[in-house]
Each structure stands twice: as structure tokens, then as C-alpha cells.
């Protein structure tokens, strides 16, 4: 069966410092890669989605990156972060031409 | 603007009584979802349905779509303490590159109590 981990599940960091976070699928080969951030009390924000390897699309322009350098791993980063950048951050993925969405446990990030 | 939008945001009910959540969207959809969302977790895909279906079962819920509308509905009968979670309906719009991405609604945020 299919599975799907983020780490670290909780994280805080000043503003400044750089920001890593990591989305790994198992048992599924080729799948569409997704980030997306929640912030409190509101519905979802996509940062960037990937259909290959080193495919990313943006949706919002940011101090946010986002890489693919394998398959099955897909990481979120920045240089430098800022107080907006707080949130829940959600890694999901599906199958290449499907609509349903499996999502990972979920990042809390707090900037102070 | 969010592409769905949940109504009501927030709704209470006993243990027993069915919730009614509804879900309103602007542009022509393929098909809607319904996600679940326990607090401070990951959303759970709970069901989808496509444009040319009107209503679709599973186990205690029922979920309906009327295109002409721009609406659906997700309803949870003989809900449970445990159904306390937040609801997102979910619709897939073309992207600039021409693939698809989900949208999704800021929820209804559901409390059944004991």
C-alpha cells in the first residue's frame, strides 16, 4: 500500500533562518507531487505541484522553493523565512491523471 | 477568489442528528470532491463525484451535485462524536501549463457533541 511521510512534524525557527522540509511517498512509482500551506483556521493555499523529476510548477510567487530530485521526494525550502511564512504545510500526491489526493500528516511551522 | 466556498463555516450538532454541509463553486467543473481534515492533521479524501452524477452514497454519507447550480451538498447522517473534523469540497481547474490542480474551499468546521 501506498504511504506518505513529512518530517519534521512540528518546527520552529527565527525569521532569517533557512527552512527544509521533506515529503517522501512509498509504493506508488511516478506519482504528481503537491505543497500546499494552511494557515489558521483556513482552507488550503497550493505552493507548488510536480509531475516529474525537476518538473515544478509555482502558483504563488514567494521566498519558497520547492525541488524534486527523485521520484518519490519532494522538498520545500527557503533561504530566508519570514513571519507569513508560519503555517501547517501539507505534502499530498496522486496518480499521474487522477483527481483524488492523499495527504501526508502535515508540518507545523511557527517563524518567531 | 476561492473557486469553492463551504456554507456554514462552522456548524454544531448533537450525536445522532445528520449535518448538512454545502459547498458553492464558480466555473464549469469534470468532477467535486469532499476532503476531511482532523485537527492538525493531513486531509482524508472521503468522495468524489463526477459532473454528469446527481447524488453518490458512501457508507454514512451522501453527496450531491447540481451543475446548473454550481452547488453540492455532503450530508453525514446519524453523525457520531467521532465525525468532529473540519469538511473542504475540492474542485480541479486547468493550470496555466494545461494539467489540472485542486482548489479548495476554507471548510466547515463540524462539532458533534456527545
Known amino acids: 500500500s501506498q504511504t506518505i511521510h513529512q518530517w519534521p512534524a512540528t518546527l520552529v525557527q527565527p525569521v532569517g533562518s533557512p527552512l527544509s522540509l521533506e515529503c517522501t511517498v512509498e509504493?506508488?512509482?511516478?506519482?504528481?507531487l503537491y505543497w500546499y500551506r494552511q494557515a489558521a483556521g483556513r482552507g488550503l493555499q497550493l505552493l507548488f505541484y510536480?509531475?516529474?523529476?525537476?518538473?515544478i510548477s509555482s502558483e504563488v510567487p514567494q521566498n519558497l522553493s520547492a525541488s524534486r530530485p527523485q521520484d518519490r521526494q519532494f522538498i520545500l525550502s527557503s533561504k530566508k523565512l519570514l513571519l507569513s511564512d508560519s503555517g501547517f504545510y501539507l505534502c499530498?500526491?496522486?496518480?499521474?491523471?487522477?483527481?483524488?489526493?492523499?495527504f501526508g500528516p502535515g508540518t507545523r511551522l511557527t517563524v518567531t | 477568489s476561492q473557486q469553492g466556498e463551504e456554507d456554514p463555516q462552522a456548524l454544531s450538532i448533537q450525536e445522532g442528528e445528520n449535518a448538512t454541509m454545502n459547498c458553492s463553486y464558480k466555473?464549469?467543473?469534470?468532477?467535486l470532491q469532499w476532503y476531511r481534515q482532523n485537527s492538525g492533521r493531513g486531509l482524508v479524501h472521503l468522495i468524489l463525484?463526477?459532473?454528469?452524477?446527481r447524488e453518490k452514497h458512501s457508507g454514512r454519507l451522501r453527496v450531491t451535485l447540481d451543475t446548473s447550480k454550481k452547488s453540492s451538498s455532503l450530508l453525514i447522517t446519524a453523525s457520531r462524536a467521532a465525525d468532529t473534523a473540519s469538511y473542504f469540497c475540492?474542485?480541479?481547474?486547468?493550470?496555466?501549463?494545461?494539467?489540472?490542480?485542486?482548489?479548495f474551499g476554507k471548510g466547515t468546521k463540524l462539532t458533534v457533541n456527545p
Open positions: 463525484i463526477r459532473s454528469n452524477e
Open positions: 499530498a500526491w496522486s496518480v499521474q491523471n487522477s483527481y483524488e489526493q492523499y
Open positions: 509504493g506508488t512509482s511516478n506519482p504528481n
Open positions: 466555473t464549469s467543473i469534470n468532477n
Open positions: 510536480s509531475v516529474g523529476i525537476g518538473q
Open positions: 475540492a474542485t480541479a481547474i486547468l493550470t496555466q501549463g494545461g494539467s489540472e490542480k485542486l482548489v
